[in-house]
């Protein structure tokens, strides 16, 4: 030292990144390992270099959008536990929601398209063991798909990066040792806290409203929707209540 923030800030994503490396060289050295071992077998194999190119490639962007991602909920809390908290509360809630209202709006053939979107990316996470669609089964290895998406992956991870980088210039010193180092940033917390309560609470209410009918109607599913919006709103008011009384 002395450091300047930005030295201690691209320190730590340099550091991020070499770790991210090493994995990726294990990964690479297995494959190798593995191909050497199997070599017989593996003949039968015409691209088995092809697919090891494809998974390497998707470790480096899904670890770039990890990184990124970890690093800008880091620098809005000065609290490591809460860091950690709604470092998993986020993609927890959001996965939530997704599941509640992907029963519904699945059932009536709504929004086709997003659904569509969804299936394209359990595809490039090679998640789904058996499609039915030739389209999205030919995307599965297809090079221009895996490169397409990796690089808006790597796109969307460096824009993180430079605006969590923002974020590192205007934090000022005497509220680092605030629970907040932001005062909005009780907002991430509060909103997606409300976002997961509400979906685990209306799977019951789903059951009970639409599965006991037998039949689900554009009408109920809109009653649905504006009753979750509601909800959420109103749960997130009283957990910011909360957060204001208490911190």
Sequence with gaps: GPYTRDQIFWNNVLCNILVLIFFIFIYLYFGICFKLKYTNLLNYSSNYFSILFLDILKLLSLGLITLSYTLFMDKLFSNSIVTIMTIGLVPVSLFSFFLLNSRIISDTNLLNKFYYFKDIIFIYLNRYQYINDDYLYR?????KFNLIFS??????SIIILFITKRINKIIRIENI??????KRSKYVISIFLSVLIVSFGLFVFEDMIFRSTGFLSFNKVFIFLIFEVLSII?????????LSNFI
């Design 234 to 242: 109103v749960i997130n008011f009283i957990i910011n209540k909360i």
């Design 139 to 143: 995307l599965t290895y297809s090079y």
């Design 177 to 182: 040792s605030n629970f907040f180092i932001f």
């Design 151 to 156: 690089l808006i992956i790597i796109i969307v």
